[in-house]
């Protein structure tokens, strides 16, 4: 029984067979970084969330718009019991009518700042925006009756406008109409107050202003202002055409949305846009009228009927719910040090087990005996090394982390190695393997979309590597080798 256990203790499949196991245990360790890795990242969203709660959160502008609101009376026949007519009683209902502009233009700058809620660090933008464009003359015949030989009230216009988070207003914007500075007050009259604009801000036409529109002439607007908002801007087009340039200093934008730009220049100094989106190819205006009156969907369009120009179509119908159809812009950040850690981490196991493989290959070449205490002590050197990274790189540049995380755990393997393979050379050179892994394992990070292919060629390496390198061993032979020789009988003597 001896004799067997020494066999079993002396096999090369023995102990492949043990260092799978370990990598499996320590697959342990890997997961429990993986899950600490996955609440950082959930802790910097919910930092992010509390931030748009207490400062200001993604931007999506709106407008500007002319709503024109009106009275439309009408008689409705009284009837008594047995259905006879017997009289006329006046009925009345408000409406509001939406005209949106003709040319839309948006020039602006965003100038990019960072906030901190603890560790965190969330992009936040001002923007420094002038929009310009005109409304068409309005006539009154465009407004439709919704009952027969009604008669239509108009009452004074205004200009409405919103964005998602009014805190992020500085200041109250400035808005010309023909001439006239128009003032700009709090919500949109005339509207439910389920309704997704309600809460915007309105600037109704006095002066030159009221006076073009009565008489039907066009109206030319110029307005300025700034925003402040959380990482992503979205504007909605919702003119006939819609152009707009934005510029930054930012060198990681993101384009997003139902429309990307048409022309874009991302240098290190920053970006430069420019969108062009004509309503012919958007239900943007749609989905804003429907918005106008409580939401999206059937009802919300039944509602919507007396304030649009026509009857919506069923096209319009079927296209005008699901998410707000915008062109967005985000600062994205260069580096996402947990989806880098995450990412880093899924190359864990792999990694261990390469470092495993160099350390049992030393074994067999230079007829040493590592215990498996020294193999698991390795391995979860390598593992500890991912929670290194996660935790440095929550203060420093992820390059700085991975390179001081990397430096330590070739350091602590040069030391151990060079006293376990009896040798500073033989240390150096196991070092100088993991270093290389450590600098693959680099390369794979940072070229992301050839992450695969790098690490498929990495694997095929490796294996490619290990296979031409014991092509002429005697796995046999070194068995036997390593086996304890039989003990032999002692001699009899004859009496």
Same mark, same amino acid.
């Given at each position: 029984?001896?004799?067997?256990?020494?066999?079993?203790?002396?096999?090369?499949?023995?102990?492949?067979?043990?260092?799978?196991?370990?990598?499996?245990?320590?697959?342990?360790?890997?997961?429990?970084?993986?899950?600490?890795?996955?609440?950082?990242?959930?802790?910097?969203?919910?930092?992010?969330?509390?931030?748009?709660?207490?400062?200001?959160?993604?931007?999506?502008?709106?407008?500007?718009?002319?709503?024109?609101?009106?009275?439309?009376?009408?008689?409705?026949?009284?009837?008594?019991?047995?259905?006879?007519?017997?009289?006329?009683?006046?009925?009345?209902?408000?409406?509001?009518?939406?005209?949106?502009?003709?040319?839309?233009?948006?020039?602006?700058?965003?100038?990019?700042?960072?906030?901190?809620?603890?560790?965190?660090?969330?992009?936040?933008?001002?923007?420094?925006?002038?929009?310009?464009?005109?409304?068409?003359?309005?006539?009154?015949?465009?407004?439709?009756?919704?009952?027969?030989?009604?008669?239509?009230?108009?009452?004074?216009?205004?200009?409405?406008?919103?964005?998602?988070?009014?805190?992020?207003?500085?200041?109250?914007?400035?808005?010309?109409?023909?001439?006239?500075?128009?003032?700009?007050?709090?919500?949109?009259?005339?509207?439910?107050?389920?309704?997704?604009?309600?809460?915007?801000?309105?600037?109704?036409?006095?002066?030159?202003?009221?006076?073009?529109?009565?008489?039907?002439?066009?109206?030319?607007?110029?307005?300025?202002?700034?925003?402040?908002?959380?990482?992503?801007?979205?504007?909605?087009?919702?003119?006939?055409?819609?152009?707009?340039?934005?510029?930054?200093?930012?060198?990681?934008?993101?384009?997003?949305?139902?429309?990307?730009?048409?022309?874009?220049?991302?240098?290190?100094?920053?970006?430069?846009?420019?969108?062009?989106?004509?309503?012919?190819?958007?239900?943007?205006?749609?989905?804003?009228?429907?918005?106008?009156?409580?939401?999206?969907?059937?009802?919300?369009?039944?509602?919507?009927?007396?304030?649009?120009?026509?009857?919506?179509?069923?096209?319009?119908?079927?296209?005008?719910?699901?998410?707000?159809?915008?062109?967005?812009?985000?600062?994205?950040?260069?580096?996402?040090?947990?989806?880098?850690?995450?990412?880093? =981490?899924?190359?864990?196991?792999?990694?261990?087990?390469?470092?495993?493989?160099?350390?049992?290959?030393?074994?067999?070449?230079?007829?040493?005996?590592?215990?498996?205490?020294?193999?698991?002590?390795?391995?979860?050197?390598?593992?500890?090394?991912?929670?290194?990274?996660?935790?440095?790189?929550?203060?420093?540049?992820?390059?700085?982390?991975?390179?001081?995380?990397?430096?330590?755990?070739?350091?602590?393997?040069?030391?151990?190695?060079?006293?376990?393979?009896?040798?500073?050379?033989?240390?150096?050179?196991?070092?100088?393997?993991?270093?290389?892994?450590?600098?693959?394992?680099?390369?794979?990070?940072?070229?992301?979309?050839?992450?695969?292919?790098?690490?498929?060629?990495?694997?095929? =390496?490796?294996?490619?590597?290990?296979?031409?390198?014991?092509?002429?061993?005697?796995?046999?032979?070194?068995?036997?080798?390593?086996?304890?020789?039989?003990?032999?009988?002692?001699?009899?003597?004859?009496?």
């Amino acid at each position: 029984m001896l004799q067997l256990l020494k066999a079993l203790q002396a096999s090369v499949l023995v102990k492949v067979a043990g260092l799978f196991f370990l990598l499996l245990v320590l697959c342990i360790p890997l997961a429990r970084i993986d899950d600490l890795n996955r609440a950082r990242g959930e802790s910097q969203q919910e930092a992010a969330r509390e931030l748009a709660a207490s400062y200001a959160g993604p931007q999506a502008m709106v407008g500007p718009l002319l709503l024109v609101p009106y009275v439309e009376r009408w008689m409705e026949p009284l009837r008594n019991a047995q259905g006879k007519v017997i009289g006329q009683a006046p009925q009345s209902k408000e409406m509001v009518h939406a005209v949106f502009p003709d040319k839309l233009h948006i020039e602006g700058d965003m100038a990019p700042q960072e906030r901190y809620r603890g560790i965190f660090r969330i992009p936040f933008y001002t923007l420094t925006a002038a929009l310009g464009g005109g409304f068409a003359g309005f006539d009154p015949q465009a407004v439709p009756h919704s009952e027969s030989g009604s008669s239509i009230e108009f009452r004074p216009p205004f200009v409405a406008f919103h964005v998602s988070d009014l805190r992020g207003l500085d200041g109250s914007p400035a808005l010309t109409v023909n001439g006239e500075a128009l003032r700009f007050r709090q919500r949109v009259p005339g509207l439910p107050d389920n309704a997704t604009y309600a809460d915007g801000i309105h600037a109704p036409l006095t002066g030159a202003a009221l006076a073009a529109w009565q008489t039907g002439k066009p109206l030319a607007f110029d307005m300025k202002l700034s925003l402040v908002g959380q990482d992503t801007l979205s504007m909605v087009p919702i003119a006939e055409e819609t152009t707009a340039h934005l510029r930054s200093p930012w060198a990681h934008p993101s384009f997003g949305g139902r429309f990307l730009a048409t022309q874009r220049e991302v240098t290190p100094q920053g970006f430069d846009a420019h969108w062009r989106v004509s309503s012919l190819v958007t239900t943007a205006r749609e989905q804003v009228r429907a918005g106008l009156w409580g939401g999206e969907g059937d009802a919300a369009q039944n509602a919507a009927a007396a304030v649009v120009r026509t009857a919506p179509s069923a096209s319009m119908s079927r296209h005008a719910s699901g998410p707000l159809q915008t062109f967005d812009v985000s600062l994205a950040q260069p580096v996402n040090v947990y989806s880098m850690s995450t990412r880093a =981490g899924k190359y864990g196991a792999l990694f261990i087990g390469l470092v495993l493989m160099a350390a049992f290959m030393f074994e067999l070449f230079r007829k040493l005996r590592l215990h498996p205490v020294q193999y698991g002590l390795v391995g979860l050197s390598i593992a500890l090394f991912f929670l290194l990274l996660l935790a440095l790189s929550e203060k420093f540049a992820f390059w700085m982390a991975y390179a001081g995380a990397a430096a330590a755990s070739v350091a602590l393997l040069a030391v151990y190695f060079s006293a376990v393979l009896e040798g500073w050379r033989r240390g150096l050179s196991f070092a100088a393997f993991v270093a290389l892994l450590y600098g693959a394992l680099y390369g794979l990070l940072a070229s992301e979309s050839n992450a695969l292919l790098l690490g498929a060629l990495l694997i095929f =390496g490796m294996l490619a590597t290990l296979m031409l390198v014991t092509r002429k061993v005697d796995w046999y032979a070194l068995s036997r080798r390593s086996e304890p020789a039989p003990a032999t009988p002692a001699a009899t003597v004859d009496a």
